[in-house]
């Protein structure tokens, strides 16, 4: 799998009520890759994702998410919901705000403790822009 396979798994699971739009702009950098929404509002997502754990707990996932994405995500999530969606394998892990932070310290250990599956975070995502009360 890689993270175009991981975001079509998403969006293929999706409640036909939720509009889905994947994002491809090849001028502005930092855009996210894909905006929900439904009456329960506008969500923005980035969608990482890498192949394996590294071998030791202590080592950093990277997730080749740039400055300028995790910027866009800072700034979006003032006026809308922005959010970081980092899939390893069959696991996710969904970020929401502190996006900065985050990436600088994203391990194995925040995966294993905030684990969800590719079929929670579809949820997540229909729940989040389905759901008028908020």
Known sequence: MNEHS?????????????????IHD????????????????VLFVEYKYI???????T?????SVSVLQLQWLERMNTAA????????????????SKFIIWCANIHIAN??????????????VRDEVLNAAR
């Open 6 to 22: 991981f975001i079509k798994s998403i969006h293929k699971r999706l409640h036909p009520d939720v509009y889905k739009w994947k």
């Open 26 to 41: 090849t001028y502005t950098g930092g855009v996210p890759d894909a905006m929900y929404s439904g009456p329960g509002g």
């Open 51 to 57: 192949k394996a754990f590294p071998k030791w707990d």
């Open 59 to 63: 080592t950093a996932i990277k997730t």
């Open 81 to 96: 919901s922005a959010t970081l969606v980092v899939g390893v394998e069959d696991s996710a892990v969904i970020i929401t």
């Open 111 to 124: 995966i294993i403790s905030r684990p969800i599956s590719r079929e929670d975070v579809t949820n997540w």
